[in-house]
């Protein structure tokens, strides 16, 4: 029954925000929770019908405010996906149970679900991956039970692209200090309240001395701070934790790393206990949460009541924690649990993992009524994970003061101009133009061609793609001004053709930028 | 005894380059291969003794130039890890047998390892993985037999880094169409090569589209070319193949990604198949190959007879097919994989995984022995991996020129400047000030901070973090000019401080930019 009501609020949502219906209301108590439901696309609806059916008959109120983003939004016209009553119903409830939301190719440049959570500023995507019982993997019985917390705003996932010449792209990989102590606190919170041992941080830092350093070196002061709650912390080079991720699972308990990584590495961890079949995810900002499955919204199952269900419930059991519905979670959670371990219910991505039976897979509906008719039961091999606060939870508070006054007290200095061009001369008249033009105030301390020196001349021949960056610093005994900058990139730009200027920085007496590969 | 000549060959090279003792060259052939080999740091002395000297046995005759590259010459001054003598040999040999080099915490910036690689333009990082006998892991029986074909030279690991503001750090990513078509053709080359049916391309072409699309589209290209030689060739997100590693990794067959992706699967690979300590490695370029184990330097194991010297002694297998030794590198495999199946002679890595016993594993020269004593025996149960070509290998072609006539006739237009500025302004206040000075000839089309639009205002508190990136635009009417540009920035220098500028193009009509994210 419900589940019609559902199909028929996800209909109606294409003229605009759908409220649960009225007689839904009269049964619910005085408060109820509201929480902005978002159907999403092809098999979208039926997973979130599933989770919404369990919430129902768990006993816990929910006002749901129906909102549409995704394939539609987009064929409507709108660039973003996410249209403005969807905002508006976010902003009011400030909790988001969506399904998964289509792209489609040529309509939206931007994905639907990366576009909500940086909206929100949901920055920490956390990702348990738990064995669970009755889904055979490789690793079952090692008791992998870990959770990626995954930086959710920054890194490449910014998308900020340009193309430096033809056939050369660049996107920018950007990190800072704040979006990054917001995670790694957000991880080391999420070990204090669930009782966890240890966060390690998985980083290139090696590589990115900077960008993945600047979240290395976060992570490093936050552990002394929480170090003092006996939480282990560790660093490992992110490669590193791929290759044992395969090879001992086990030793892990939180992970935190940043965007690009923690996409990788957290569907990876998902492949090491069942799949994104069983992926749960939350989307944690300091005012808004969203909870969502991993999963695409695979249009061939659409509609069809076959897809397997359990990804979107888990998160749903994590939105009930976030709205304090700590009982109705646990009571949840036991009855999935309950279902996968009792192996007579099993949906046909299961079936087909296991080698059973397909043509007699459970649809979605008859997993949903399954794990309803378990509420209450527990499981008798998986002991029930502590998820309670383990004491009371300090607001969070900043390491470092971000205030105008403490950037105000940096001392600055300027080097010189990183300048790219793009250009068809060879590396040695491409250097001799560069010292041509630097003037009395700069000298050419290099080109490079992607990242390797090719001015002065090495001996040895990188081969080149028309894009080289110059690097001009200051003369000897030169102090650099502003004025100094643009007219150097005014007398470049009657030369030759350039595409991207940086500033070379320097910040209470360290230089701001790296060297060049064989500098 | 050929053991002791290496140590003390490897002592020698503190004082330059070290020829191969001159009583070696009187017994061998007339002309002999030449080879650089980098003794290395920590371990790496000891292994590239084992693979040295399994060679010699296998009757190849090579003619060892002895260079340094490291954590010695770190120390001696040289910034770069990799002196000249070095270069200069890699010069004539075009063939290096390296161990893994050091790169000390505050004397160099780059790793040593990184530098060889691009100075020679090495662009293609093969990494096997393949299920190995005698080396017991979940997914033992199962087939994994899989190449990973890093690229190389370009991505993150270019590392370009600055600071756009205090605490707000930035890496370039560079992905170009030649850099892609180099290393997508050296993997189907590789798979028509091996009679290998299909070739996996990893990327992150969703989210984004400039950068990780142009891989996709060149490797789309190339896989039209490839299809009349019945090579599969499929596209998939590069998330979904870490996640499809995990889960049924014996599927994949060749995989082709970019840099950094390429070094978290290639060694996600390695920890299916048994680890680092079997995962052989070979960095092809046009005309340098460099070949070493991935493991590091473990200098805690350095100099005690204990480290598995396997990875290396396969990367010298590599090495060994590419100066067309097919029959040697064919010979010495097959002990080394007779040595594994046999079980007697298990180094302290394996006897620790397979919990056999510690306190007698075979120390690094009795498995070197081993697989001397095993040359010209063949594993019982592994069947031997046909590597040799399987036709006439054509010279790969550019499958476009690059030549700049080519660029030439590119339509270009000028569509606006995007301005990095770090502000203590709020969203609003920066907007106006951008406003004011965009002047007639732009406009205003955006400020974003980290991707999130911010101005105009979306309703939204997205976080910020003083930098700022302003999209100005040509107004309506307007054709912009060089000139523009630099007094656009100018204005910009004036009031606000500017840490980046990056041209808009548009490029035969088509926007070279990307939207930010919410537009």
Chains 1, 2 share one sequence.
């Not at 009269?26 to 408060?31: G, L």
């Not at 500023?121 to 995954?150: F, H, K, Q, S």
């Not at 690009?260 to 900002?285: Q, R």
Request: charged residues 25%; contains cysteine; aromatic residues 6%.
């Amino acid at each position: 029954m419900s589940r019609r009501v559902i199909v028929r609020g996800h209909s109606s949502t294409h003229t605009g925000l759908c409220q649960w219906p009225a007689e839904y209301h009269a049964a619910m108590p005085s408060s109820p929770h509201r929480v902005t439901a978002i159907a999403g696309d092809g098999v979208g609806p039926e997973v979130v019908a599933s989770a919404v059916r369990i919430i129902e008959a768990a006993g816990v109120a929910i006002e749901w405010e129906w909102a549409d983003a995704g394939a539609e939004v987009f064929r409507r016209g709108d660039s973003s996906g996410v249209p403005r009553e969807t905002r508006d119903s976010i902003e009011r409830t400030r909790v988001v149970l969506k399904g998964p939301l289509e792209t489609p190719v040529g309509l939206g440049e931007k994905s639907a679900n990366v576009t909500l959570r940086k909206l929100f500023e949901t920055y920490a995507n956390v990702r348990p991956a738990r064995e669970l019982p009755g889904v055979p993997t490789r690793y079952a019985g090692e008791g992998v039970d870990m959770i990626v917390v995954r930086e959710n705003i920054e890194d490449l996932y910014a998308g900020i692209e340009h193309m430096l010449a033809p056939d050369v792209a660049q996107c920018l990989k950007v990190i800072t200090r704040k979006g990054s102590e917001k995670v790694i606190r957000y991880a080391f919170e999420l070990a204090r309240r669930e009782g966890r041992r240890k966060v390690t941080c998985a980083t290139k830092a090696n590589i990115m001395k900077l960008t993945d350093g600047l979240f290395k070196r976060v992570f490093e002061e936050l552990a002394e701070e929480y170090a003092v709650e006996a939480i282990e912390a560790e660093h490992l080079i992110i490669d590193n934790v791929a290759h044992q991720f395969a090879k001992a699972p086990a030793q892990f308990d939180i992970v935190v790393t940043t965007n690009l990584n923690g996409d990788i590495i957290s569907d990876l961890a998902s492949g090491l206990v069942g799949g994104l079949g069983f992926a749960s995810s939350g989307n944690y900002g300091d005012d808004v949460a969203i909870f969502e499955a991993v999963h695409g919204s695979a249009p061939k199952y659409a509609g069809k009541d076959v897809i397997n269900p359990t990804a979107l419930i888990l998160s749903s059991v994590m939105m009930l924690r976030h709205i304090d519905e700590a009982a109705a979670a646990d009571t949840v959670e036991a009855a999935v649990l309950t279902t996968l371990e009792s192996g007579t219910v099993v949906t046909a991505d299961l079936a087909r993992q296991t080698g059973s039976d397909i043509e007699h897979a459970a649809s979605t509906s008859a997993f949903t009524d399954a794990v309803i008719a378990n509420l209450g039961r527990s499981p008798a091999a998986t002991p029930a994970r502590a998820v309670r606060p383990t004491g009371p939870a300090p607001a969070p508070h900043p390491r470092r003061s971000y205030a105008p006054e403490v950037y105000a007290g940096i001392e600055r200095g300027l080097a010189g101009l990183d300048v790219v061009v793009e250009s068809d001369l060879a590396a040695d008249a491409l250097g001799a133009e560069f010292e041509s033009l630097a003037g009395e105030r700069f000298r050419v301390e290099f080109v490079e061609a992607r990242g390797t020196v090719v001015y002065p001349a090495t001996g040895l021949a990188s081969d080149t793609v028309r894009a080289f960056r110059a690097r001009l610093v200051a003369s000897d005994g030169t102090v650099l001004g502003e004025e100094d900058l643009v007219s150097l990139l005014g007398r470049v730009s009657e030369r030759l053709r350039w595409s991207e200027a940086i500033r070379l920085q320097v910040l209470d007496g360290e230089p701001a930028y790296t060297k060049a590969q064989g500098q």
